[in-house]
């Protein structure tokens, strides 16, 4: 069964930026279907419209659907999967720079994280649950990242230094991702 990848993207950023077009090459290369989701309106995120354009671009979740989200795409996805009523069985994902609580300097992401995510009905239906953040992260404080993962009951990966994984840091690949997407496969 052909493994599928959706790629979610954060605040002020859209599929060509960091190290998105990187990933769905490399992953294209090893037989999976890659999708980078493009984000409406991402200099001025609406909650509503993101979880709108999820539902209308992720279709057939299974146990060969990934996703890898970063920074605000981290928390869109897991409100996606939490207003499922009957969340399927699904491969799991990696979330890059996570955090499911208000940042402070970035009051208009709040609705986004106003209800807390369905972390028990997540965890008892994803497969891969991991966490990857910087400890030098200056936009997502790790510790929130951090937070994250043990919610997940998800493994955690700290980077020592990343930042916030943007391609002006110099984050045009993120091998790690492609490591954990890989050894996870079965």
């Known amino acids: 069964m052909t493994k599928q990848l959706y790629i979610i993207h954060g605040y002020g950023?859209?599929?060509e930026k960091h190290w998105f077009p990187w990933l769905k090459k490399v992953?294209?290369?090893?037989?999976w279907k890659v999708s980078v989701l493009e984000m409406p309106d991402s200099e001025h995120p609406?909650?509503?419209?993101?979880?709108?354009?999820m539902r209308e671009n992720i279709k057939n979740i299974n146990e060969d659907t990934y996703f890898v989200?970063?920074?605000?795409?981290?928390?869109t996805i897991l409100q996606y999967l939490s207003e499922y009523k009957n969340l399927p069985r699904f491969g799991g994902f990696i979330l890059v720079s996570g955090f499911d609580e208000g940042i402070a300097g970035f009051e208009e992401l709040h609705p986004f994280v106003k209800e807390k995510p369905d972390y028990k009905k997540i965890n008892e239906k994803a497969e891969l649950r991991a966490v990857v953040a910087a400890k030098?992260?200056?936009i997502v404080p790790v510790k929130l990242s951090e937070?994250?993962?043990e919610k997940l009951n998800g493994k955690f990966y700290p980077v020592e230094?990343?930042?916030h994984f943007l391609d002006r840091e110099g984050f045009t690949e993120l091998p790690l991702v492609k490591e954990i997407l890989e050894e996870n496969k079965n």
Do not use: C, Q, R, Y
């Open 147 to 149: 937070k994250v993962a």
């Open 27 to 31: 992953m294209e290369e090893k037989n």
């Open 46 to 53: 609406k909650f509503d419209k993101w979880l709108e354009t």
């Open 136 to 138: 030098d992260d200056h």
């Open 69 to 75: 989200a970063h920074s605000l795409g981290t928390i």
């Open 161 to 163: 230094k990343g930042g």
């Open 13 to 15: 950023a859209s599929p």
